[in-house]
T-cell receptor, first 113, second 114 residues
Framework: DGGITQSPKYLFRKEGQNVTLSCEQN?????MYWYRQDPGQGLRLIYY???????QKGDIAEGYSVSREKKESFPLTVTSAQKNPTAFYLC????????????FGDGTRLSIL | AQSVTQLGSHVSVSEGALVLLRCNYS??????LFWYVQYPNQGLQLLLK??????LVKGINGFEAEFKKSETSFHLTKPSAHMSDAAEYFC????????????FGKGTMLLVSP
């Protein structure tokens, strides 16, 4: 079955450490997205990519970085500059064009050691 | 910029009662609107979407939503709540015409009591 795979499901970060969250999709979608979810805050957009080798900052990009070298993959790095990284991170993808729904992975929960 | 307001961070109903979750949007372009559901520690699952074909949209699990342009609303309803409907529900609107980037509301947690 087609879908989006996020790994790991749980991740712990030490102070001053960068960590990378994986997101892979086999839906042949052009667009991919990263969201951060905190209780009571809804989903906030970190980065998005409409096409390979191109990506744009979302609403809360500071302290995060991404790459889009392959259509199937959109990894997110949480850098040491992100001072409050504890959250639930969700990756999504969609087809191009108006009204295409986003499909979500099952998320990665990041905590600070 | 597009925005979404979901009234009520928590809604409580009894099993068998009507479910009504409210969503109002602001949009300077004809919007596409979505409702998603999230169970604990999982991703979001699409319930239904409005894409201008019909104002009353039917989704999965017996949910439906009505698009009312005059009220800028897209409220989610279900005639009879089931215990399995307990989850968090998110309303979302497309940010720009021609793309699928979304703005999400802050969510409404639906609590269902026996």
């Amino acid at each position: 079955d087609g879908g989006i795979t996020q790994s790991p499901k749980y991740l712990f970060r030490k102070e001053g450490q960068n960590v990378t969250l994986s997101c892979e999709q086999n839906l042949n979608h052009d667009a991919m997205y990263w969201y951060r979810q905190d209780p009571g805050q809804g989903l906030r957009l970190i980065y998005y990519s409409q096409i390979v080798n191109d990506f744009q900052k979302g609403d809360i990009a500071e302290g995060y970085s991404v790459s889009r070298e392959k259509k199937e993959s959109f990894p997110l790095t949480v850098t040491s500059a992100q001072k409050n990284p504890t959250a639930f991170y969700l990756c999504a993808s969609s087809g191009q064009g108006d009204g295409q729904p986003q499909h979500f992975g099952d998320g990665t929960r990041l905590s600070i050691l | 910029a597009q925005s979404v307001t979901q009234l009520g961070s928590h809604v409580s109903v009894s099993e068998g009662a009507l479910v009504l979750l409210r969503c109002n949007y602001s949009s300077s372009v004809p919007p596409y609107l979505f409702w998603y559901v999230q169970y604990p520690n999982q991703g979001l699952q699409l319930l239904l979407k409005y894409t201008s074909a019909a104002t009353l949209v039917k989704g999965i699990n017996g949910f439906e939503a009505e698009f009312k342009k005059s009220e800028t609303s897209f409220h989610l309803t279900k005639p009879s709540a089931h215990m399995s409907d307990a989850a968090e529900y998110f309303c979302a609107v497309t940010r720009w015409a021609g793309y699928s980037t979304l703005t999400f509301g802050k969510g409404t947690m639906l609590l269902v009591s026996p």
